[in-house]
T-cell receptor
Framework: QKEVEQNSGPLSVPEGAIASLNCTYS??????FFWYRQYSGKSPELIMF????GDKEDGRFTAQLNKASQYVSLLIRDSQPSDSATYLC????????????FGTGTKLQVIP | DAEITQSPRHKITETGRQVTLACHQT?????MFWYRQDLGHGLRLIHY???????NKGEVSDGYSVSRSNTEDLPLTLESAASSQTSVYFC????????????FGPGTRLTVL
């Protein structure tokens, strides 16, 4: 079982819709959770991080964390074509100081 | 502005040659990381460092080495390049504070022929 799992997609949504990206993780002691966006040929860039159960909102982005279910999600409201990218879920493991495990990413396509 | 840079951005080399990829950060971060990214595998950790003179192996460290002589730099060396090491390499850094957020360099695309 992979430590951090994401559906590879592609996930296609129409412009203006809500895109929902999901991630599950296996290390129950994980403390910190990150969402990165990666455009084709570019490096990952941080969108959000979340530590506590519940929702965290930043503009059009909302991260949701449920530690009991070992599940973290990213919602993108009013999706724009510029949101088309691969979204990486990353989890800071309980054992390794500062070490982070990345999922393989979900490719999002926003259709104009 | 603080940044993290990598050089070269593209490199083509031959099997058996030694190759060094440079990573330089001006964030003054203690922690630095090297990843490779391949289709179907995502980002995999090669080596990491928590400070000067500290280096640690990641999950795919065979055939790679690093050294940390100052805070700003963590060069990655491929001792004898193999075709299986053709990949995109990313360097990242993070602070030792609460955020744990890693910031990535622009990447180096390495091709081993």
């Amino acid at each position: 079982q992979k430590e951090v799992e994401q559906n590879s997609g592609p996930l296609s949504v129409p412009e203006g819709a809500i895109a929902s990206l999901n991630c599950t993780y296996s290390d129950r002691g994980s403390q910190s959770f990150f969402w990165y966006r990666q455009y084709s040929g570019k490096s990952p860039e941080l969108i959000m991080f979340i530590y506590s159960n519940g929702d965290k909102e930043d503009g059009r982005f909302t991260a949701q964390l449920n530690k009991a279910s070992q599940y973290v999600s990213l919602l993108i409201r009013d999706s724009q074509p510029s949101d088309s990218a691969t979204y990486l879920c990353a989890v800071k493991n309980s054992g390794g100081y500062q070490k982070v495990t990345f999922g393989t990413g979900t490719k999002l396509q926003v259709i104009p | 502005d603080a940044e993290i840079t990598q050089s070269p951005r593209h490199k083509i080399t031959e099997t058996g040659r030694q190759v060094t990829l440079a990573c330089h950060q001006t964030w003054n971060h203690n922690n630095m990381f090297w990843y490779r990214q391949d289709l179907g595998h995502g980002l995999r950790l090669i080596h990491y460092s928590y400070g000067v003179q500290d280096t640690n192996k990641g999950e795919v460290s065979d055939g790679y080495s690093v050294s940390r002589s100052n805070t700003e730099d963590l060069p990655l060396t491929l001792e004898s390049a193999a075709s299986s090491q053709t990949s995109v390499y990313f360097c990242a850094s993070s602070d030792s504070g609460a955020s744990d957020t890693q910031y990535f360099g622009p990447g180096t695309r390495l091709t081993v022929l």
